[in-house]
């Protein structure tokens, strides 16, 4: 069975981190392009994230280059998320996946909620 599971969301205060992660099992992470994507409330699911399988590049949306890093672990078939200076507009549900373009994710995590505030 293929499958994504989430960990790490939760409340934080602007300017704080959290580091998501996710963990793959039936398939091996190394061998796709991986990506992290989000929904806030009333908008679309978007992309924020992706790291490649071909060369290991990464993709950032402007939103949140410079804060968010994307990194994966093959040791233990893992992907993470570290997000540093948070803000409120960063409030949203989160998803790990199998690919960086949503039409075509094969394999979706079950989200994790991150809301900043104070």
């Known amino acids: 069975q293929l499958q994504l599971v989430e960990s790490g969301g939760g409340l934080v205060q602007p300017g704080g981190s959290l580091r998501l992660s996710c963990a793959a099992s039936?398939?091996?992470?190394?061998?796709?392009?991986i990506g992290w994507f989000r929904q806030a409330p009333e908008k679309e699911r978007e992309v924020i994230s992706c790291?490649?399988?071909?060369?290991?590049?990464?993709y950032y949306a402007d939103s949140v280059k410079g804060r968010f890093t994307i990194s994966k672990d093959n040791a233990k078939n893992m992907m993470s998320l570290q997000m540093n200076s948070l803000k409120p507009e960063d409030t949203a549900v989160y998803y790990c996946?199998?690919?960086?373009?949503?039409?075509?994710?094969?394999?979706w995590g079950q989200g994790t909620l991150v809301t900043v505030s104070s």
């Open positions: 790291l490649k399988a071909s060369d290991d590049s990464t």
């Open positions: 039936g398939f091996i992470l190394d061998y796709y392009d």
């Open positions: 996946a199998r690919g960086c373009v949503r039409e075509y994710v094969e394999v």
